[in-house]
């Protein structure tokens, strides 16, 4: 098998192969760090950990001679620069946490490494996950492996997690943790033809996650296929006592139950996610959708989520609130960038204003005014029943039906240097994935078919608070129906000859 | 109490927010420990330094402890309460907010009873209370040129104790913490150490004329002492009654005390106040408490300091003011009902000994009660010599001493230095019989009316027996003899 085929394979593959002693964990490794230097192009890692890698691959292979191989044993992954890691820079995207090395490991990722997987590096993304394009991380844009079929420009690979979205697609990780606060795993998946799921908020800790907004952010997986994401989040799912907001209720083995089968299952189809100004492509691929599940024994029901138009503006209300509090602990005193000045709050202004960029800065200001007294009202607790009135949308929805059918985004992949001066065009990438990250509840992009311009879509699997299993079986339906190749945007660009 | 002014009377109107320290080992959201004078940031986890990604997890001993401070405020109990972000920017608040509570604290209304230096007592409603975060400290005083923090203390616990607008004079206002510092450290939830900063106020002082509506207040921070609390409101209340007698008009504002010169000073004005932006902290749930949780805790209260007043006057026949003192700081109480030995011992008696010759002996020295050299167990014993009739009341003051000086038993000094009462007539005869003979002339003084003399002839006698004479029997032979 060559290196490229090692790259290629699905984690269940892999797993085989290593039981099978077709291959080691460190040839695994390895071809995934070659793949990783040939495509720095893509500039989908901030940190690559070669040393890492293949000390936790040497250390794999010998649980696995020892017959003590662990569920992902071996499985060399991707992680969002989100996630501090020990011992390794954890940037957040951000000029203020550029020299930051965290003494402590996140849960979700403890947990994986638990589970016995390698870790290749640190993934690009948004600045402190405020983004749905990378083009706001300090450290450049990612690329996205894929290209229109006539426009050989560039393109984004979605945002926030856009660096783990980049890496799967571009088979430079067999798998990767992302995080998603208003559709930043579900986006990026979208724009980038793999699967991303975003789980019930309080299903993964959030310990050791750089903090965007606490009320929404939940760490969730990237993979080429269904079953692939269900082994992740089996691996990072649990309850954490040192994250009060994650859930005490017992993890299933998500893969295991997955068949695909979605006879009986009643699948909604919300009115309010057509509006007049959707791509047709987007509005025939969910069509596509919806005749694939009603085709493989599904029940299709209308369905209304009246407060659906309101959910975007209440979570730019939201979201910003919680990042201005919770950006304020980069001040430049106890660790990450500082300006220094002869005055205390010229050192604040000085180190704040270099070290977060044009977005986050926007973000912080945006929540600091909407906190403010006398607007409060207006607009913070505004936004929060507005909120529970989205909940209360999906959960009478829920009663009707077991999960609902959307498309993920409103458009496909932009390129680089689509114009970005209007911040309000960029939030509308998240229209069809924020209800659901308002409402806490699982969702997943499932890659089903391209867009006009040749690039990957994607169609979104919402389901009732920890309903992963039905999601997921969902999921995998529209994965057979749809036959999407996740590594289609190899072939022609990548792929070298066999 | 009402303070003249130049154009009539004034009436002050003061309201307090007691911060106070929860006696917990670790801190309200981490696992550090809260042990006082630590090295600078050797007890600080990372939560406390704010590392990113770090989240809070409440502890459940601070949960406790609040909640049986607000069951002792007589206060009520807020089965659901919310924590939320206080937002500011200051070096020593690493997180850049406090996590504190605002409109939802987790105990309500309440009163508790002062005790005022005239006897009387006055009800003081308590407002509410809420756990918040302490912050650390900065150390300004290291570096000509820098400032050090030190984060041991952030991240601890602090109870913030509201009470009603209902004192009226600076002898409220230290009854009122006085009472409330009682109760904390009989509840156990907070040592009440004011010099360690783990008990400290803000004022709220206004001043009206009587009977009118409230006026303007400003509000002193962090004074740290029951004297400075005094100091402050004298201070600030003079200075409101100036500003308004010139014609002037008090501006709403935050002041500092200044405790070398006695005065309040101007920190910010109501326009330069902080926009805390308090919003609900999205990374705690709302603290729903069990009530039969709240319930069992209850039932659990110690007896607090007025209960055990009331007690000790109704079963002991102490008067209201020994009962008092005795139950004003729960270590005395709990050295006096040890002493009393459930009764068994003179309550009379052993009040005395506390409050005049034990208290009288330790405060020379600055010594706690609980540091006694002198235990309950070891005045007990002493008590019982006087009872017996071992020795007399005079010789136990002089058998005390020695024992304060050095620990040793009353019954071994008593042996020692040969103290034992005198209960022999013919002894005592001979005592009296020496006296006289040597004094025919205040003899005759004596009979010729100057009954006066009789103290006299006592003490000398008392003196000739190193003071072991049984007093009665001296003071009943003397008098015989003096009949002539």
Redesign the interface.
């Known amino acids: 098998m060559t290196a490229t085929d090692l790259t290629r394979l699905g984690i269940a593959e892999a797993l085989d192969g290593l039981a099978r002693g077709a291959f080691s964990a460190r040839e695994l490794a390895t071809a995934h760090l070659e793949a990783m230097a040939a495509a720095r192009n893509l500039n989908a890692y901030i940190t690559e950990t070669p040393e890492q890698a293949l000390a936790m691959a040497d250390a794999s292979d010998a649980r696995r001679a020892k017959g003590e191989a662990l569920p992902l044993d071996g499985i060399p992954v991707a992680v969002k620069d989100l996630f501090c890691t020990k011992g390794v820079l954890t940037t957040a995207g951000s000029r203020i946490l550029e020299n930051f090395v965290p003494p402590y490991e996140s849960t979700v990722t403890a947990k994986l490494w638990a589970a016995g997987a390698v870790m290749l590096g640190k993934t690009n993304m948004d600045e402190f996950a405020m983004g749905s394009s990378n083009l706001t991380s300090y450290y450049g844009p990612v690329v996205s492996p894929w290209r229109a079929k006539d426009d050989p420009r560039p393109r984004v690979p979605g945002g926030s997690s856009g660096g783990s979205a980049a890496a799967v697609a571009a088979a430079i990780a067999m798998g990767s943790l992302g995080t998603d606060t208003g559709g930043s795993i579900r986006q990026p998946a979208s724009f980038s033809g793999i699967v991303g799921l975003k789980p019930t908020y309080g299903r993964c800790s959030r310990w050791g996650a750089v903090a965007f907004a606490s009320s929404l952010d939940q760490a969730g997986p990237f993979a080429r296929s269904v079953r692939d994401a269900a082994m992740l989040l089996r691996a990072i799912a649990g309850f954490d006592p040192q994250d009060s907001t994650s859930v005490d209720c017992p993890v299933p083995d998500y893969a295991a139950g997955l068949d695909g089968d979605v006879r009986g299952l009643r699948i909604g189809v919300p009115a309010e996610y057509r509006p007049a100004e959707l791509p047709e492509d987007i509005a025939a691929l969910w069509d596509q959708g919806i005749a694939w599940l009603r085709d493989a024994g599904a029940e299709i029901v209308d369905i209304s989520l009246p407060h659906t138009t309101c959910a975007l503006p209440a979570y730019y209300i939201i979201a910003p609130a919680e990042a201005s509090s919770n950006l304020a602990r980069y001040d430049g005193v106890r660790y990450g960038l500082r300006v220094p000045a002869d005055e205390l709050t010229e050192m604040y202004e000085a180190t704040r204003g270099a070290g977060f960029g044009a977005e986050v800065r926007r973000r912080v200001l945006i929540g600091t005014y909407v906190l403010s007294a006398g607007y409060y009202d207006a607009y913070y607790n505004k936004a929060r029943r507005v909120r529970a009135l989205i909940a209360r949308d999906f959960a009478q929805a829920f009663q009707r039906v077991d999960a609902i059918l959307t498309p993920t985004a409103p458009s496909d992949a932009f390129p680089l240097d689509a114009p970005t001066d209007d911040p309000i065009r960029m939030y509308l990438n998240d229209v069809f994935t924020v209800p659901a990250s308002m409402a806490g509840l699982p969702g997943i992009s499932v890659p089903a078919g391209l867009s006009r311009a040749g690039l990957p879509l994607g169609l979104q699997v919402l389901g009732r608070p920890f309903d992963e299993p039905t999601v997921l079986q969902v999921a995998q339906a529209l994965e057979r129906a749809a036959g999407f190749d996740p590594l289609g945007a190899l072939a022609p660009a990548l792929a070298p000859a066999k | 109490m009402l303070i003249r002014g130049e154009t009539g009377d004034w009436e002050m109107v003061l309201g307090l927010e007691v911060h106070a320290q929860v006696t917990s080992q670790a801190k309200l959201f981490s696992g550090a420990s809260t042990a006082f004078g630590g090295e600078p940031n050797t007890q600080v986890s990372?939560i406390d330094?704010?590392?990113?990604?770090?989240?809070?997890?409440?502890n459940e001993m601070c949960v406790r402890q609040a909640v049986l401070t607000g069951l002792g405020l007589n206060a009520r109990i807020n089965l659901t309460s919310v924590f939320d972000?206080k937002?500011y920017?200051y070096?020593d608040l690493?997180?850049?907010?406090q996590i504190s509570q605002y409109t939802q604290p987790i105990v309500g209304a309440g009163v508790i009873t002062i005790d005022l230096p005239d006897g009387s007592t006055k009800p003081v409603r308590i407002a509410r209370l809420h756990l918040e975060q302490d912050a650390g400290k900065s150390l300004h005083d290291q570096d000509p040129h820098r400032?050090f923090?030190d984060l041991n203390r952030a991240g601890v616990a602090l109870m913030e104790i509201v009470s009603e607008p209902d004192m009226r004079s600076p002898d409220e206002a230290a009854a009122y913490v006085t009472k409330l510092r009682a109760i904390l450290r009989y509840l156990g939830t907070c040592d009440g150490n004011m010099e360690q900063g783990n008990l400290r106020a803000d004022v709220n002082v206004s001043v009206r004329r009587p009977g009118e509506p409230f006026g303007t207040r400003c509000e002193i921070k962090n004074v740290n002492s029951i004297r400075f609390i005094r100091q402050a409101i004298e201070y600030e209340a003079r200075r409101q009654i100036e500003i308004l007698e010139d014609g002037g008009t008090v501006e709403q504002e935050t002041r500092l005390f200044d405790a070398r010169k006695g005065e309040t000073r101007s920190m910010r004005s109501k326009e330069e106040a902080h926009?805390y932006?308090?919003?609900p902290d999205?990374?705690?749930?709302p603290l729903v408490l069990d009530p039969d949780w709240v319930e069992e805790l209850r039932r659990s209260l110690p007896e607090l300091p007025d209960a055990k007043r009331e007690r000790f006057m109704r079963d002991f026949g102490l008067s209201a003011y020994d009962a008092s003192v005795l139950v004003a700081e729960k270590e005395t109480a709990a050295y006096y009902e040890s002493l009393i030995d459930g009764g068994r011992r003179d309550p009379k008696l052993a009040a005395n000994w506390v409050i005049s010759e034990l208290y009288g002996r330790l405060n020379r020295t600055g010594t706690p009660i609980e540091q006694s050299p002198v235990g309950a167990g070891a005045l007990g014993e002493l008590l019982d010599l006087i009872a017996d009739g071992t020795i007399t009341a005079r010789t136990a003051k002089d058998v005390f001493d020695t024992m304060i000086e050095t620990g040793r038993s009353a019954a071994a000094i008593v042996e020692e230095k040969g103290l034992k009462q005198i209960t022999d007539t013919a002894a005592i005869e001979a005592a009296i019989a020496a006296v006289l003979d040597a004094n025919p002339d205040k003899i005759a003084d004596y009979r010729a009316g100057n009954e006066k003399l009789m103290g006299w002839f006592v003490g000398q006698v008392m003196r000739a027996t190193g003071g072991k004479a049984n007093p009665k029997l001296l003071n009943e032979t003397l008098r015989e003899k003096l009949k002539g």
């Not at chain 2, 330094?49 to 409440?58: E, N, Q, Y």
């Not at chain 2, 690493?94 to 907010?97: D, I, L």
């Open positions: 990372l330094a704010a590392m990113p990604g770090m989240l809070p997890v409440i972000r937002n920017f070096p690493p997180q850049g907010y400032t923090i926009d932006r308090y919003f999205p990374d705690l749930l």
